[in-house]
């Protein structure tokens, strides 16, 4: 079995500590990677006042971990700049918060150069190199410029935008011609792979061929989707852990006969979050009779907050929350419970159990694994229901979702009607089908596909290369 070197912004070593502290990307990859021998790559976390090249290696629950630290500079322009300022917002269809700073592109491309300068020397010929999301679109570009012939594939956590979004990014072109250095690129759902192909055919005039792949500036990529999914049965036993059952049966005693609906986000503009309140607030208007039958605990932790987007984001939440909360709670009961501390995964097990109703409503999101949490949270015999935006990638796969349109607050408030009203016996149906889907399309599938299209991508091209090996040696 070839070597699998995984590069990724961040890199947050295997364990259950580490991995409750990041997002998805970083709960993916920690559950990907444990039985695969490997190296997995990035960024410390940490800067440094000058780069220095150094490398820091260390073991972690069978997994190689190799890290770097990078410059204040480097850090603002190309991880707070260009990732986050400019690709995230854009990417999330947000371009009045998108940042077009040339020097955020600088930035990036340097950074994405010293990612390459600093792997080259710890890759192997057999090695397969999959590299993750926006932060590093044009590292497979340096590494071939420094001579990597491995197959290399690169992998979009987020969605790709549609191409009149695109057209608005000064250097589009360069970037997308990034793509087509990787062998295989991968998105979450056929929208986003269609987003990219109409993108590459109409906008460049590249063009599709029968396998798939797409060909532009003279090079061809297949692009694929691949939905991630969770360690959906490791995950459903930690609700059965110590601190799962304490933290299912704390919430059950403070729910007091209550429902509960249940929100858990990175306190992110994408996510939705002012517009489920909002809509709750609706709810709580138009059907008056549900105020203290029911309650909205909405877990969100802060991510990014040197960002002002982000900030804003933050003072908004509570904002809303306070006034909702101020005009209509009552000596024994709120509406709203607005929690922003990190939870381990056994606390999140327990609390997604406890939950009568999940709300999932992000305004644009590639995938979302709080959703796909949710269900494999649930009490078999008495789920609650997911509420899920149909701009989730999840829910191009989770259709017995209880599927909502977050921008409309009565839509919203529609479904969480229906969630609160909906027999057992639906309830269960819709939940057996759910978790077939979350056990099937779990994270090792998600990376074995991925990992097996490389492969093929691999032995095609050594099958393409031996002809025209031997033609020459005829030739000679
Ligand atoms: P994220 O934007 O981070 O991921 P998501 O997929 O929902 O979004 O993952 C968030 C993760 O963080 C979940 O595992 C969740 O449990 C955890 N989390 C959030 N708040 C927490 C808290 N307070 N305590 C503990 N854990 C918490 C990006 C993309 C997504 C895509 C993933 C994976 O934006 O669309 O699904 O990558 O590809």
Do not use: C
Not at 17 to 46: N, P, T, V
Not at 149 to 174: S, V, Y
Request: no cysteine; net charge negative; hydrophobic share 40%.
């Amino acid at each position: 079995m070839s070597r699998l070197i995984v590069v990724s912004n961040r890199v947050t070593p295997p364990g259950p500590e580490g991995a409750s502290s990041q997002g998805g990307l970083a709960m993916a990859m920690s559950a990907a990677l444990r039985e695969y021998s490997g190296i997995w790559f990035g960024w410390s976390g940490q800067s440094t006042p000058e780069f220095t090249g150094e490398i820091s290696m260390q073991s972690a629950g069978g997994v190689t971990v190799a890290t770097m630290d990078l410059e204040e500079q480097d850090i603002q322009e190309y991880y707070n700049g260009y990732a986050n300022g400019t690709l995230w917002p854009l990417f999330h269809y947000r371009i009045d918060l998108t940042q077009y700073e040339r020097s955020f592109g600088a930035g990036y491309e340097r950074v994405n150069a010293r990612f390459a300068d600093m792997l080259m020397p710890l890759i192997e010929p057999d090695d397969l190199i999959w590299v993750q999301d926006y932060h590093l679109i044009p590292l497979g570009r340096a590494l071939r410029e420094r001579g990597a012939k491995n197959a290399i594939g690169f992998f979009l956590h987020i969605p790709w935008p549609a191409r009149e979004l695109m057209a608005t990014l000064p250097q589009h072109r360069q970037l997308v011609e990034a793509m087509f250095h990787y062998d295989v690129v991968g998105f979450h759902t056929d929208e986003w792979k269609n987003a990219f192909n109409n993108y590459v055919l109409h906008e460049v005039g590249g063009m599709q061929l029968t396998d798939g792949s797409v060909r532009a500036f003279g090079r061809t990529t297949l692009p694929r989707a691949f939905p991630i999914g969770i360690d959906a049965k490791g995950f459903a036993a930690l609700k059965q852990s110590d601190a799962g059952i304490e933290s299912y049966t704390r919430m059950i005693e403070s729910k007091a006969g209550r429902k509960m609906l249940l929100g858990v986000d990175r306190l992110d503009y994408s996510k939705g979050i002012d517009e489920r309140l909002l809509a709750y607030e609706r709810l709580l208007n138009d059907s008056p009779e549900l105020k203290r039958q029911i309650f909205m605990l909405q877990i969100s932790t802060a991510t990014r907050t040197e960002l002002d987007a982000y900030q804003d984001i933050f003072a908004r939440l509570d904002s809303i929350s306070g006034r909702i909360n101020g005009s209509m709670a009552e000596m024994d009961w709120i509406p709203i419970r607005n929690v922003h501390r990190m939870h381990s995964r056994e606390e999140l097990a327990g609390i997604y159990r406890a939950a009568d109703v999940g709300l999932v409503t992000p305004l644009r999101d590639g995938m979302n694994l709080v959703a796909k949490e949710f269900v494999a949270g649930q009490d078999e015999d008495d789920p609650g229901v997911l509420v899920l935006s149909r701009f989730a990638g999840a829910a191009s796969q989770m259709r017995e979702a209880l599927i909502v349109n977050p921008f409309s607050q009565e839509d919203v408030a529609d479904g969480i009607r229906r969630a609160l009203a909906m027999p057992k016996d639906e309830r269960k149906r819709r939940w057996r089908a759910l978790m077939d889907g979350v056990e099937r399309d779990d994270v090792v599938a998600w990376r074995d596909s991925f990992v097996q299209a490389l492969e093929s991508a691999r032995d095609g091209g050594r099958k393409k290369r031996a002809p025209r090996i031997a033609a020459t040696r005829g030739e000679g």
